[in-house]
C-alpha cells in the first residue's frame, strides 16, 4: 500500500468514524466533498495552478470539514498564499500619461477589466499580456512569473492605431531591456596583459640565465650563434612588454569609455607593437 493509498484509508475512516460521532457537523457527503477537494488542490499546487488550488484549499479548510482535512488543508492553504505571484499593471499613452480604461487577459483569459493600481494575482509561469484600450493599437507582453514574486511592476506604452510601429496588425511584444553587455573588450585586452606579461617573465629569465651562462664560460669569446640566441630572447622579452603595456592601457581607456558613455556602440581597438633594436614600441588605437 503506498503513502496515497494509506492515507486516503486513513482519511476516508477518519470521515466514517466523523460521520458516525458528529452528524450536525460532517455528514458522509461533506465529508466526500472535503476530501476531494483536498486531493484536487494538491494537484492543482503541483501543476502550478495555485490560484485554483487555493479555492480547493479554503473549502477542505472549512469548518464542515472533519478536523484532520481541516488541519492539512489550513497548511497547504498557507503555503500556497505565500506562493501566489501578484502583479501591479500600469499603460500610459503617447505623452507619458497614466491610463485607467485599459483591458488586460493573461494567455487570452480576462485578468483585469480596468487599471485601478491594485496588484492582481496570476500563477507563475511563462505568460503573455496583452493591453487594449480603445483606439490604440495593443501592446502583447511575454514574461516568465516566478513563484512567490509580489507586487512586480509591469507598465506599457500605448500608441494611436496605424502610428509607426502601433499597427493593430503587428502585434508588438515589449520585452525587458537586455542587461548591459559583457565588457568585452576591456576583458580581451587584459587578458592578453596578461599573457604577455608572462612571455616578457619567461623570455626575461631565460636570457638572464643564457648570459650568466655564457660570462662563466666563454666571455669575451663566445659563439656569436649563442651571443645572437640571447639577443633574441631579450627582443623577444621586450616586445611582449611593449605589448603587455598597450594591452593594459587599452583596456583601461575602454573601460573609462564605457562608463562615460555606456549607450555607446562598443569600440573596436587594435594593439600595434614595432620592434627596435634592443626594445620595442607599442601603439593601441581605438575605432568608435
Given amino acids: 500500500m503506498n503513502q496515497r493509498t494509506r492515507r486516503r484509508f486513513l482519511v476516508a475512516a477518519a470521515l466514517s468514524a466523523a460521520a458516525c460521532l458528529q452528524p450536525t457537523r460532517a455528514r458522509a457527503g461533506d465529508a466526500e466533498a472535503c476530501f476531494t477537494?483536498?486531493?484536487?488542490?494538491?494537484?492543482?499546487?503541483?501543476?502550478?495552478r495555485l490560484r485554483e488550488a487555493?479555492?480547493?484549499?479554503?473549502?477542505?479548510?472549512?469548518?464542515?470539514?472533519?478536523?484532520?482535512?481541516?488541519?492539512?488543508?489550513?497548511?497547504?492553504?498557507?503555503?500556497?498564499?505565500?506562493?501566489?505571484?501578484?502583479?501591479?499593471?500600469?499603460?500610459?499613452?503617447?505623452?507619458?500619461?497614466?491610463?485607467?480604461e485599459v483591458r488586460v487577459t493573461i494567455d487570452g483569459a480576462p485578468l483585469a477589466a480596468r487599471l485601478d493600481g491594485k496588484a492582481v494575482e496570476v500563477d507563475p509561469g511563462e505568460r503573455v499580456l496583452r493591453f487594449e484600450r480603445a483606439g490604440n493599437a495593443h501592446v502583447a507582453l511575454r514574461l516568465v512569473v516566478r513563484e512567490g514574486e509580489k507586487l512586480r511592476r509591469v507598465s506599457v506604452r500605448l500608441v494611436r492605431a496605424g502610428?509607426?510601429?502601433?499597427?493593430?496588425?503587428?502585434?508588438?511584444?515589449?520585452?525587458?531591456?537586455?542587461?548591459?553587455?559583457?565588457?568585452?573588450?576591456?576583458?580581451?585586452?587584459?587578458?592578453?596583459?596578461?599573457?604577455?606579461?608572462?612571455?616578457?617573465a619567461a623570455f626575461g629569465l631565460s636570457a638572464r640565465a643564457d648570459a650568466d651562462r655564457l660570462r662563466a664560460t666563454c666571455a669575451p669569446r663566445c659563439d656569436e650563434a649563442d651571443v645572437d640566441a640571447v639577443r633574441t630572447k631579450i627582443l623577444a622579452a621586450n616586445v611582449a612588454f611593449g605589448v603587455g603595456v598597450a594591452a593594459l592601457g587599452g583596456a583601461a581607456a575602454a573601460l573609462l569609455l564605457r562608463r562615460a558613455e555606456p549607450a555607446a556602440p562598443a569600440a573596436a581597438a587594435a594593439v600595434h607593437v614595432v620592434p627596435l633594436?634592443?626594445?620595442?614600441?607599442?601603439?593601441?588605437?581605438?575605432?568608435?
Avoid at 488541519?71 to 505623452?95: F, H, K, M, N, Y
Avoid at 531591456?177 to 580581451?188: E, Q
Avoid at 626594445?279 to 588605437?285: D, K
Wanted: charged content about 20%; overall charge negative.
Fill in 37 to 48: 477537494a483536498s486531493e484536487e488542490g494538491q494537484r492543482l499546487r503541483d501543476e502550478g
Fill in 163 to 200: 502610428a509607426p510601429g502601433g499597427a493593430a496588425a503587428a502585434p508588438r511584444e515589449d520585452r525587458a531591456a537586455p542587461p548591459a553587455g559583457v565588457p568585452l573588450l576591456p576583458i580581451t585586452l587584459g587578458g592578453v596583459a596578461a599573457v604577455a606579461g608572462g612571455a616578457y
Fill in 54 to 100: 487555493r479555492a480547493r484549499f479554503i473549502t477542505c479548510g472549512g469548518a464542515a470539514c472533519p478536523d484532520l482535512v481541516q488541519s492539512d488543508c489550513a497548511g497547504w492553504l498557507s503555503d500556497v498564499e505565500a506562493r501566489v505571484p501578484t502583479l501591479i499593471l500600469s499603460a500610459q499613452d503617447e505623452q507619458g500619461h497614466d491610463v485607467a
Fill in 277 to 288: 633594436p634592443g626594445g620595442a614600441a607599442a601603439a593601441v588605437g581605438a575605432r568608435f
